[in-house]
């Protein structure tokens, strides 16, 4: 009386263009074309990287809060978001600073809100860039009642949704995922397993053979993808993005990558995961693979490298010392501030309290 | 005149044609929820709407409150104003997260660069005799998290006239609809404005002791004042109509004349609406008090099975009661 | 750059052994040894339905409140419970009364809540047929946190878990099937998909082509089966609670049913669905279905049915009137209960709460 | 001396021995959460404790927080003592429906045949420069449900003697953890005995002003203490520790002698604790209030990114304004 019961192993494989040696993985596939793709996302995951090596020195030095490196992740972000058209929205996690860059959001509103103010979120109105989203895996509805939105009011824009391979355990993604295939929505859940959250490793947070096969569970296509080989991770997600432009409907992509760095720089990896571990994955870097391939194709030499990295630490600067002069002047001004955008207007309960904040002072013995 | 009353819209009947109305009138607004659509609703709030207006602006939502809040505020963010059905309050829990989480805060996060402008209705309230979870008023769970608006109709007029200002107002406001008045009064709505959110309303005028209710036990609190009227006693009732944000100075005006105040809602009493009632008036009208403030609320119990659900309710005998102990106080 | 996105159609086909007109569907089949069983599931099911019967009629009577018949899901819950031991969990939804009477649930409790008195749910200590729960899906994580505590503490008992299709796409579902998988919890996962949630269709729950591989998104087994099939029924979930019972792990059975009554009493069903579908799954009864079988092999005639019937009203007059007892005693009985069991012992504010109620009484004028 | 204090526990320490010594002795408590067992807890409030009890009593939970409170409550009602962490309070939303539909009612539901006994642990509280969401005070929400035991120790000796309490006590019990006080404070925790739960303390006695407060503001609360003893002003400073069930009996004996009650604490102030602490002490207490019971809270809004948070939280100094007006009202 046995054999009813039934678990077929997903077939997927991740697809993957160039190797981690930054060789082509099928020679017979020519990626002439993608060359000027590659050319820019080495810039944009460089540019990445350094900035986000600068948040870590910063928060190190105590001149900033506690932030989600992004290091190893820049190649399942920038593939991703580089398939967005400027209406499209981007819904991030709060892991996503390499697509926030790509996407043109200012490295000195990122340094602002990681010192503690909230006007680095201060968006344009109607603004398509989303901020980060703490709350794990919470953005995930939202994102499927975005697209469902701008496709009731006839617009052929997507939402793009990122979030880790632990959100996938969360009741928010079932219900988004089930919400965006059932009732229709143009989103692209892209997944970023980088194997850890926290602490806890993939095999921890679910006992399903790949992440990808989740979306199978809502009649979701996915696909499983090489998270750190860029060019692997833009032609699927285009896919997923295609069909949502063109036919209205959710797909779901898992990135398979790595959290090089600390969770958040309030954790200490070495309590729950091997160096080894992590050396294994520097040999993969998204960075190294793609330089090694420009290189092998002449596109860039040490000197483009050099001059890339000073217009970077530059840039980086000139964003920091913006925020410096940016938070002398919050500094200045009245935190009455903080009784602002809770409503349109101002409740009167609000208003009077706001007269007491100002009578009262800000209690300087406790700041 | 008693048959003009009989056909006069209930409740139900009030909030479907403040929703008909918004639909026809701003085609941005859509509805959500568990069987919203063909079913009209369990209590037929939302009947004829999809039939009107269609699938896709009536969105029959999958069994998933966290995910029919969180759509709608995705919904919001992105031009619609999505009307949110809570199929009851006792469900809306799972929807706390994206309530705290994104609805109360998404303006302020982005500094004004979006907007959440949703609303979410859900039926609370005893004595209806349902089953377990359809009978608690946790209104108190939403009041205390800044950024949302609660409001709370007690007749068909105010919800019609609640219902509108809700849909109107740019920010997030919950609607808690006293399911025990759903059908049980009705009144003429016709020409009933919207209302204006934040203000509480005069309902009877007294002199010798304010009531302050809300809901479902604003019509225990005023059968009281008539029973108390017939012993001499007059008192004032005010109907907080709006939760949070909360209008104080009425009731505070009122305690000023009388001083003497009575809050009757059936939360349980601790750490619910009538502790913060009493303290705002305390902090305005402290020295016009003659005695404690006193509150007749539901029991720190959770609402007995419906054979019992009346000793849980504050009954308009135990009003009575607290109002004469007052006065003789 | 398309192809990489799949959506795999899963292969299930839901296990039968007796067609919708009593026949064994493989003639290969011998079900000798199940003649016992489908006697007593005969038995079982009949109560059951007319169980149900009388309470709708009380309840149209105005005799007792809202709850939801189980009419035409006889043969799930009979099948699946009846695999389990005496000592294993039973945790239901709200609508298991068929499943709750094979497990010896008196009648008269099922009455007495159902008439609005707390006391029908008062259970012995420790008992393990746990009363129904009312939020939809928030039975899951339970069932898998009473089964994980079962195997920490040596027990080879098992939870069997009941719930509908609407369940499936709330997050609860998600996670208590991510915990019992990941966590390896014995759990049996028992859904019936009776083809709606009050007015919402399947097909407007979710777009996966069934419930079962929603399981695999866990790496979860999972099997679907006619729920209309007692003994189909009851073969896959053996073989699940055998699973959970030797080797600790849990898996998804998607018993395939329908509802033919109301949703709940309070429920119009001719709203949102045809009556055509009704007499469809009419012909697919699963007490005729059984019943038509044992008469074929000549187990019942139409004395014996006959006599059944006669005993099952009469335990069903039986259990009404000393339901009826109970109530008229209960009302004798001061409200001041309302206070117990809040805590195991009254906390101070609740002692001046009671005492508060003993003095101003019940309040007769609103009873 | 100072050497000593050096080398006292912190509060983290606290409760971190308080579980080492509960499981130790009954081997029925687990400890579930999202990064408790290899990790130690994001606080380390859980260090060491897999290495000694192992994995299947210390759950590395997947991240789902409905789920682990869900799981919890199974766990509780089969044989065991589940010792749930919310990783931050701000998440605790996701489980407030499993807290409240079944933690708090099965008890209640099956008449005493199954209990629910588990304690969630939860950080909570701003003053530590986090990000959104890792700063809010919403005690309120737990406090408002019937049969919820809601605790908040804050000290390290009190973080001992209450986890060992919550842990002992037959029902679900909250023990809400300030964590701006988790390593800012030692103190000495051998021989402190378990706490009882339901019992408010008196911390400081005074004779001119009762201050109520608990948490990490009841520091800034006794630091306004000896700032208004330097004026002459002397204030009873009361601990209220457990939030629910309240004990209002040692603060409405203060106010008899002092006749002025201060509530500080730093959830919003709108429908929060203070309100309720108000509304009982007015209760027993009215005739002996020489002016109105004031509140010092947050403020009705989210809790500024950390640069601000400082204006969110309740100073020593308004603190003190506050009392100086009061004496002189
Ligand atoms: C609802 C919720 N629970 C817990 C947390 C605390 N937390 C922050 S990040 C994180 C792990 C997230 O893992 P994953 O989704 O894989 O993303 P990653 O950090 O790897 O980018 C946790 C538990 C949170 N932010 N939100
Ligand atoms: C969390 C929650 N949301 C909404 C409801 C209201 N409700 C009760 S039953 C039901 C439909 C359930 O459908 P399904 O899971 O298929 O079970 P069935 O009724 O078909 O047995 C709904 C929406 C509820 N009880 N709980
Ligand atoms: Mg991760
Ligand atoms: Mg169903």
Redesign the interface.
Known sequence: ????????E???KP?RVLDANGNLVDDQTSIDDDVGFLEEAFKAMLRARRFDERLLKLQRQGAI??FAPIKGQEAAQVGAASTLRDDD?FVPS?REKAAMLLLGVEMADIFL?A?????????????RR??ET?????Q???????????R??GEDTV?MVFFGD??T????????M??A???KAPVVFVCQNNGW????PRS??????TIA???????????Q?DGNDVLAVR??V???V??ARTKGLP?M?EALTYRMEVHTT??DPS??RDDDEIEAWRARDPITRVETFLRSRSQIDDAMVEVLEEQIQDEIDRAWAATKTR?AE?EEQS?E????????DL????KR?RKD?LK???????? | MAEKKDRAPTMVDAINRALHEAMDSDETIVVIGEDVGTNGGVFRVTAGLKEQFGKDRVIDAPLAESGIIGFSIGMAMNGLKPVAEMQFSGFSYYALAQIENHAARMRWRTRGAHSVPMVIRMPYGAGVRALEHHSESREAFFAHIPGLKIVIPATPARAYALTHAAIRDPDPVIVMEPKAVYRTIREDIDGIEPAEIGVSRTVREGGDLTIVSYGAMLHRALEAAESLAADGIDTDVIDVETISPLDAAPIAASVEKTGRLLIVNEAPPSFGPAGEIAMRVMEESFYSLHCPIRRICGWDIHVPFFAREQAYLPSVDRIVRAARDMITD
């Not at chain 1, 096969?213 to 696909?223: C, D, E, R, T, V």
């Not at chain 1, 009262?360 to 700041?367: E, I, K, S, V």
């Open positions: 009386m046995t054999g009813h019961l039934e678990y077929p997903p077939s997927t697809h809060g506690t929205w709060f809100t010192a503690g103010w909230n006007e680095g979120l201060a968006g344009k109105k109607g603004d989303l901020p703490v709350p794990v895996s919470s995930l509805p939202i994102a499927a009642g975005i697209a469902y939105a701008a009731l009011r939402a632990g959100a355990s969360s009741g928010d993604f079932h219900e988004a089930n919400f295939s059932v009732l959250a926290i602490s806890t921890a947070q679910t006992a399903s053979s096969q989740k979306a199978h569970a809502y009649g979701m296509p996915s696909a993808v032609q699927v285009e896919e997923a295609e069909r797909s992509v309030a954790d309590r729950y938070i919050l935190d501030v903080i009784f602002d955008h809770i409503f349109e409740t009167p309960p609000l309290q904040f009262t002072g800000r209690g300087a013995n406790d700041g």
